[in-house]
C-alpha cells in the first residue's frame, strides 16, 4: 500500500514538473511580433528611437535612395539601407534600427548591389544591424510615424494650427555620384618604392592601410642603399607604368657639386624672406590646412625645402587668432595630422614646430589625404570657426598615385576650396605613368587657373611664396565656400487667395518653414523674404530684414492670411521688382511660388522675364492649380522645377525633393 502512495505520489510529481517545464518553454517560445515596413520608408519618418521592423521583397531598387555607408542619413531608405550593409539581401528579413545623431558628411559608397549617395551634412542618422532584440531593450509591435502613414492604423491628420517647430526635415541630397572607393582601390602592385632603413623609418598614428596585393619588399626595411644602387632603382621605376617618380634618399654620400646646389638653392630661398615681414594682419581670415608631400619620392632634402616653404608661407600670412589660422597634414601611405587650426596661434611657434616634421615616407596617396582632410580636419573641435573660409593646399611632388577627382568633389561640395601646388610636374616620359592626366582640374575648386600654381624645381618654391598667401587670402575669389545651402536668396511668392482658406494656408506657412529651415541664413549666407498674394500683393520681408534663422521662421509664422482673388503674374513681377531686384550680385535668385488654383492674369509673360534676370523659379501646385501655368512659371527644365499636389497635406512631401533639386543644380554649375 505504501508503495502505491510513493508511486502515485511520485507520477504526479513528475506530471507537474513535466507541464511546468512545457509552460515555461511556452513562454520563451513567445515571440516578439515585428511590424512590417515597405521599401519607400525612410528612417526619419519613424519616431520610434529603436525599433525591429520586416524588410519586404524587392526593395534593392535605385528608386529607394540611400545616403552614406555604414552609418546613413535618416531621409534614406530603411530597407534599401540594410541591403547596402549586408544586413539582409533583396528577399528581405528582420532588421535592428537604432537612431543616432547627425553627421557633418555622409560618403557614399557602392556595396552589396546599392549605390548609397554622399551627403554633406544631415540632422539625424541611423544604424543598422540584425534584427535581434538587445537585452533589456523592449520593442514597439506598433511603429510611430510623423505622417499620417502607419503600419496600424491611420493616425489624425496633421492640424494646420500646429507649431510650426514640429514641421517636417528637408532633404539636402546630392543625385548621383560616382563610386567613392574607385580611388582607393587603384593598386600598384608594381610599385618599387625607396624604404627607409630601420633607423629612418617614421611610426605613424594613422590607421592600418587597406591590404593590397603590394610586393612586400615595398613595405619591409630593406638594407641601406648606395646611391648608385638608388639611381638604378629610379631608372627602372620610371620605365614601369603606374609608378610614381623616385629620386635621391638623403645618401650620407653626396656629390659635392649637388651638395653646393642644394646649399646655394637653401640660401636662397631663405634670403628671399626676411623674418618678421608678413603679407597680411588681420585682413585675412581663413582657416587653412596644407597637405604635405611626405611620400619618398620627393626625397629628403626636397622635403627640407618644403618645411622651409611652409613657413615661410606661415610667417608672410602672419598667423593669429584674429586673422589667419593654419595647419599640416602630412600624407604618404596614409594621412596624419601634425596639428590642427588651434595648436599654434603665432608664426613663431608654428614656423617652430613645422622644422620639427619627420617625413612619414610612402606614397603620394593625395585622394585619400582629401578625403582626410573633409571628414577629420575643418571641426569645431579643431579649432575650425565657422565663418572664415575653409581652404585646402595641396602640396605634390609630380603626381598623387591615386585618384583625386571624387574625393575633391565631396570636399569642394562641404564648401572646402582646394588649391594645388605641384612640383616639377611629369615630364613627357613619365606621362605614361600619372594616373589620372588632368588630375589638378579635376581637383581644384576653379579651373581658371587662380587655384593651380605649377613649380619647375622643389630649389625655385620660395618663389611663388607671395603670390599663393595673395590667392589664398582673396575671400572674394574663394567660390567653393559657397555651397548650395549658404549663397542663395530665396524669396516665397504665396497664395493667399480665399480658395486657399486659413487652415491650409497655416499648412503653406509649415511648407516654407520646413524649406527654410534646412539653409543656412545669415546676412552673408543664404537670405529669405516672402511676399504673400490675391489680387494685390504685400511684401511680408524683405531679404535684408532678418539674419538670423529663427528670427525668418518667427516672421514666417507671424504671416497673416489676406484672402482675395489669383493674380499670379502680378505676383510675379511683384516679386521681381519688390524682391530680387535687390538680391546681391553673388547670390542666385530662388523663387518658389505655391498657388491652388489658375491665375486670373497672364504668367507667361512675368515669368519669362523673371527667368531672364536670373531668377531660378520652382511652382507648386496645390488642388485646383493649372499644369500649363506651373510649367510657365517654372525654370527650364519644367520637371525639375514645378511639382503638383492634390491637396495641402501632401505639401511636406515634396519639400525633400525641392532641396535635392536645389543642391543638384547648383553643384552641376561649370567649374571655370
Not at 242 to 248: K, N, P
Not at 413 to 435: D, M, P, R, Y
Amino acid at each position: 500500500m505504501k508503495a502505491t502512495v510513493i508511486a502515485t505520489f511520485f507520477g504526479v510529481f513528475l506530471t507537474c514538473t513535466y507541464t511546468a517545464k512545457e509552460a515555461t518553454k511556452k513562454t520563451k517560445k513567445a515571440k516578439l511580433y515585428v511590424p512590417q515596413i515597405d521599401c519607400d520608408v525612410k528612417a526619419g519618418k519613424i519616431i520610434n528611437p529603436e525599433f525591429i521592423a520586416k524588410c519586404p521583397p524587392g526593395c534593392q531598387d535605385v528608386k529607394y535612395r540611400v545616403y552614406g555607408t555604414d552609418i546613413y542619413a535618416s531621409f534614406s531608405s530603411v530597407c534599401n539601407a540594410a541591403i547596402h550593409s549586408g544586413i539582409i539581401d533583396n528577399t528581405g528579413g528582420k532588421i535592428l534600427v537604432q537612431k543616432v545623431a547627425g553627421h557633418s558628411g555622409y560618403r557614399g559608397s557602392f556595396s552589396n548591389g546599392v549605390r548609397s549617395l554622399s551627403l554633406p551634412r544631415w540632422r539625424e542618422s541611423f544604424l543598422v544591424s540584425e534584427g535581434k532584440p538587445r537585452k533589456g531593450v523592449t520593442y514597439p509591435t506598433t511603429l510611430e510615424y510623423s505622417s499620417s502613414k502607419s503600419t496600424t492604423v491611420k493616425s489624425e491628420p496633421k492640424k494646420p494650427e500646429q507649431d510650426l517647430k514640429g514641421m517636417k526635415s528637408a532633404d539636402t541630397a546630392n543625385t548621383s555620384e560616382k563610386a567613392l572607393e574607385q580611388g582607393d582601390t587603384v593598386r600598384k602592385e608594381n610599385q618599387t618604392t625607396p624604404v627607409p632603413t630601420p633607423a629612418t623609418q617614421m611610426a605613424t598614428t594613422t590607421p592600418t592601410p587597406m591590404t593590397t596585393t603590394t610586393d612586400p619588399s615595398t613595405t619591409m626595411p630593406q638594407p641601406t642603399k648606395t646611391p648608385a644602387a638608388t639611381r638604378t632603382t629610379a631608372a627602372a621605376a620610371k620605365t614601369r607604368p603606374g609608378l610614381h617618380r623616385v629620386r635621391d634618399m638623403g645618401s650620407s654620400s653626396v656629390h659635392p657639386a649637388y651638395a653646393s646646389v642644394v646649399a646655394a638653392a637653401a640660401t636662397m630661398e631663405t634670403d628671399s624672406w626676411k623674418p618678421g615681414l608678413s603679407l597680411f594682419d588681420t585682413d585675412c581670415k581663413v582657416d587653412l590646412s596644407f597637405l604635405m608631400d611626405g611620400s619618398w619620392s620627393i626625397g629628403k632634402r626636397r622635403f627640407q625645402l618644403q618645411k622651409r616653404f611652409l613657413g615661410n608661407v606661415a610667417q608672410a600670412l602672419g598667423i593669429g587668432s584674429a586673422g589667419p589660422l593654419m595647419g599640416i597634414v602630412q600624407y604618404g601611405d596614409d594621412p596624419s595630422t601634425e596639428f590642427n587650426l588651434k595648436t599654434y596661434a603665432n608664426s613663431k611657434d608654428l614656423r617652430n614646430a613645422i622644422e620639427k616634421i619627420q617625413q612619414k615616407g610612402g606614397l603620394s596617396n593625395v585622394g585619400k589625404a582629401l578625403s582626410f582632410v573633409n571628414k577629420n580636419f575643418f571641426l569645431d573641435a579643431n579649432g575650425n570657426r565657422g565663418g572664415a573660409p575653409n581652404v585646402v593646399v595641396v602640396m605634390v611632388d609630380g603626381w598623387p598615385t591615386d585618384r583625386v577627382e571624387e574625393a575633391s568633389r565631396l570636399a569642394r561640395e562641404s564648401g572646402i576650396n582646394i588649391f594645388f601646388v605641384t612640383v616639377e610636374a611629369a615630364a613627357q616620359s613619365e606621362k605614361q605613368n600619372v594616373i589620372e592626366p588632368n588630375f589638378v582640374d579635376k581637383a581644384v575648386c576653379r579651373t581658371s587657373g587662380f587655384y593651380s600654381i605649377n613649380v619647375p624645381s622643389w630649389f625655385s618654391l620660395h618663389k611663388v611664396v607671395q603670390p599663393l598667401v595673395k590667392r589664398v587670402c582673396d575671400t572674394d575669389r574663394l567660390a567653393c565656400s559657397k555651397t548650395c545651402l549658404n549663397s542663395a536668396d530665396i524669396g516665397f511668392v504665396i497664395d493667399g487667395s480665399s480658395s486657399v482658406g486659413t487652415g491650409n494656408f497655416r499648412t503653406v506657412l509649415q511648407f516654407v518653414a520646413n524649406i527654410s529651415k534646412e539653409f543656412e541664413i545669415s546676412d552673408t549666407d543664404t537670405r529669405i523674404g516672402a511676399v504673400q498674394y490675391t489680387y494685390e500683393q504685400r511684401l511680408e520681408f524683405s531679404f535684408d530684414k532678418h539674419s538670423t534663422k529663427q528670427d525668418v521662421l518667427n516672421a514666417i509664422k507671424r504671416i497673416s492670411y489676406w484672402s482675395g482673388g489669383t493674380s499670379t503674374g502680378a505676383a510675379i513681377s511683384y516679386a521681381s521688382e519688390q524682391l530680387f531686384s535687390k538680391s546681391k550680385p553673388n547670390k542666385r535668385k530662388i523663387m518658389i511660388l505655391i498657388t491652388d488654383g489658375r491665375s486670373y492674369d497672364d504668367v507667361s509673360m512675368p515669368a519669362m522675364a523673371a527667368h531672364q534676370n536670373g531668377v531660378i523659379a520652382y511652382s507648386i501646385g496645390v488642388a485646383w492649380a493649372a499644369p500649363d501655368e506651373l510649367e510657365a512659371i517654372a525654370s527650364d527644365p519644367a520637371k525639375e522645377h514645378s511639382f503638383f499636389v492634390d491637396e495641402f497635406d501632401n505639401l511636406y512631401r515634396y519639400v525633400n525633393q525641392l532641396i535635392q533639386n536645389i543642391c543638384t543644380e547648383f553643384n552641376s554649375q561649370p567649374r571655370n
